[in-house]
């Protein structure tokens, strides 16, 4: 039985043994490999490769770039470039830099040891262009109001392809990008166009463009175009008193906000011409003094190179039956020749315009009746004078009785009394 175990035991040793040889063999295999690792260098930077062994016996490393050309062999400097010098040399370590990296220094670099057989390892170096500030062009001039523009913004030289965003103001807007064919295959340019329809409110606004770009870091490249908007005038009118009095002075002016600022301006009364004591001045309607008769709709009408705007003003002077109230203006009315994204309805305020139409029906139909009624009075006048004029009143006196036959009054006065028929009737007319 002891003889069986020996006799196992010595089967059994010699592979042990060739197991410990093996796991020494990896072991020490595992130590001459060279490490080192991927490289991110922005274009015009400084670039460091590094390369480590655990182990070396005696044996030479070396760095090469992407054409296989040796840059160092140990500590020997193989290829003259002046922008490669030696970091660090050691039996375990080679370490190398680069500077000025350029788009074509990128690609794998090898380092390797020459073991039997040469191992290596590769570095992936990534070199980042920046992108070249942007530009912005479609911009010629200023835009009228409702049109539409298409703004561009372009870079080049960037690697890898940046991102490219407008904004207006705080405002994001949506664009769309095109590349364009890299130069020499290793930089790209690129271009994002925005369309943009402009209303009056952009008068002013600042569109940027915003180029974001890893070799940038937190750093963004922009570029700013300021935009004019042509529009027509906004009209506002504004009275010298906010309750028109009779007899006195009265003033109207006429504001227009408009791109550019109203050239013309015109004052309007419904209904009825502008009395003599109406004066206009550009902008201004005054009056020398105050007439009921001057109350009514006033419009300013304002123009410019875009298109026209209008405001009514209801004129309400102190005294008159509707003056309840101080003079308010009515809504306004803006005529336009371009389009607005607000209502552009063009109508015309008759509220004050139908309460003023009310009152003068009712003021002509009580000057009617008036009329009407001293009319017939003054008829019922003539008829009686007529009347008075036709039917003549006449009458007898005593004292004409006999007054041709008599010698004396008291004589005539007795004649008339018994009624002397020799006497004559003697008449008297009123006219």
């Known amino acids: 039985m002891l003889l069986r175990i020996l006799a196992l035991a010595c089967r059994l040793l010699p592979l042990a043994l060739a197991n410990v040889e093996f796991d020494s063999g990896l072991e020490d295999a595992d130590g001459l490999f060279p490490v080192t690792g991927d490289e991110l260098v922005q274009e015009g930077g400084t670039v460091t490769l590094r390369c480590t062994v655990q182990e070396n016996d005696n044996s030479s490393l070396q760095w090469s770039n992407p054409a296989q050309q040796t840059l160092f062999f140990d500590d020997k400097k193989a290829l003259r470039d002046n922008r490669i010098a030696l970091v ?38 990534v070199v980042l262009a920046a992108p070249k500030k942007p530009e912005i062009s479609g911009y010629i001039g200023p835009i009228a109001e409702g049109r539409t523009i ?10 890898p392809l940046p991102t490219i965003r407008w904004f207006k103001g705080s405002e994001e807007m949506e664009g769309q990008t095109y590349e364009s064919d890299p130069t020499d295959q290793r930089a790209y340019a690129l271009s994002n166009v925005v369309n943009l329809t402009v209303w009056r409110e952009d008068n002013g606004a600042v569109i940027k463009c915003a180029v974001n770009h890893r070799a940038l870091q937190h750093n963004v490249y922009t570029a700013r175009q300021r935009i004019e908007v ?84 209801s004129l309400r002077v102190h005294g008159d039956p509707l003056d309840l109230a101080p003079a308010t203006p009515p809504a306004p009315v803006n005529v336009s020749l371009t389009p607005s994204r607000h209502d552009s309805t063009t109508s015309l305020d008759t509220d004050p315009l139908s309460q003023l139409t009310q009152s003068s029906i009712d003021h002509a139909v009580i000057g009617g009746i008036v009329a009407v009624i001293v009319f017939i009075a003054l008829c019922l006048f003539i008829v009686l004078v007529r009347y008075l004029i036709r039917h003549k ?15 004396d009054a008291d004589t005539a006065i007795i004649n008339a009394e018994v009624g002397h028929s020799s006497s004559e009737e003697k008449k008297e007319y009123f006219i």
């Open 230 to 313: 042509h529009y027509s005038p906004i009209v506002e009118i504004r009275a010298s008193k906010e309750v028109p009095e009779e007899g006195e002075e009265f003033m109207l002016r006429c504001h227009g906000r408009g791109n550019p600022e109203p050239s013309y301006f015109n004052w309007l009364r419904y209904n009825g011409e502008l009395s003599e004591r109406a004066v206009v001045r550009h902008e201004n309607l005054s009056f020398t003094y105050l007439n009921k008769t001057d109350a009514g709709v006033y419009q300013c009408v304002a123009k410019n190179i875009i298109g026209t705007g209008a405001r009514n003003y």
């Open 393 to 407: 009143g006449t009458y007898l006196t005593h004292e004409a009785k006999g007054l041709d036959d008599a010698p």
């Open 150 to 159: 298409t703004l561009m913004c372009n870079t080049s030289g960037s690697k």
């Open 88 to 125: 660090f040399y050691s039996r375990h370590e080679l370490a190398i830099s680069i500077s000025n990296m350029t788009l074509r220094d990128e690609g794998d670099y090898t380092c390797s040891i020459f073991t039997m057989p040469v191992r290596t390892a590769v570095a992936k170096v």
